[in-house]
């Protein structure tokens, strides 16, 4: 009988990194996403499956969704909307996972300079979990968010980023409008959870 496979340690786990020339960063959101909240689990692992729900990622952007530019321009919001429904399908079918998303200022904007990171710390509290992300300015990426420390957040990014400035994700950041700084958008936060 085989031995059951063991997950990675959150300590060892290392996000899929996406390649020098492609903006595929939204589609490694939403994997490296699910792995780290799934970083218990022994899915969590780099592997085949993975490889495979990448290609159901891709060919649900570029057939269905119609994004043809994917891997030179990437894809905004709703795009990441149908990804994240199209993942959800799948771990479920494909490995009874549950994905479960919320994005808490789809309809409202943050009231202070703290309300997006006490809603990201709240989240990250509870198990399983992750938040994706974009961030606009010199940095236009969609991130994963794995925790927070007094002044950055830290990333499982595609991207080798391993953190950004809590300053990034302030209400004075999001107002500006600046080619030299990057800034989230509130609008775009995926809270993310997974159940088995």
């Known amino acids: 009988m085989a031995d059951k496979p063991e997950a990675p340690s959150p300590k060892k786990l290392s996000p899929y990194l996406q390649g020098n020339l492609d903006s595929l960063c939204s589609v490694y959101a939403v994997i490296n996403a699910l792995r780290w ?3 218990d689990h022994p899915l969590s692992a780099k592997g085949e499956h993975w490889k495979a729900l990448f290609a159901e ?18 894809m905004g919001l709703k795009g990441m909307i149908w990804l994240l429904r199209t993942a959800q399908q799948y771990m479920s079918e494909t490995h009874a996972i549950t994905i479960t998303t919320h994005r808490p200022f789809a309809l409202k904007r943050p009231n202070s300079n703290n309300d997006i990171i006490d809603i990201i710390a709240e989240h990250l509290r509870s198990p399983n979990t992750a938040v994706i992300t974009a961030v606009y300015g010199k940095l236009n990426h969609w991130c994963v ?16 980023l391993s953190q ?3 300053s990034t994700f302030q209400l004075a950041a999001l107002s500006k409008i600046d080619a ?3 800034r989230a958008q509130a609008a775009s936060m995926v809270l993310l959870s997974t159940a088995s």
Do not use: C, M, P, W
């Open 57 to 74: 990622l891709n060919d649900y952007a570029v057939k269905e969704l119609g994004l043809l530019s994917l891997s030179s321009q990437g």
């Open 145 to 160: 968010i794995k925790g927070l420390k007094k002044k950055h957040v830290i990333l499982f990014d595609s991207d080798r």
């Open 164 to 166: 950004l400035s809590i």
């Open 37 to 39: 909240s799934l970083a």
């Open 180 to 182: 030299r700084t990057s």
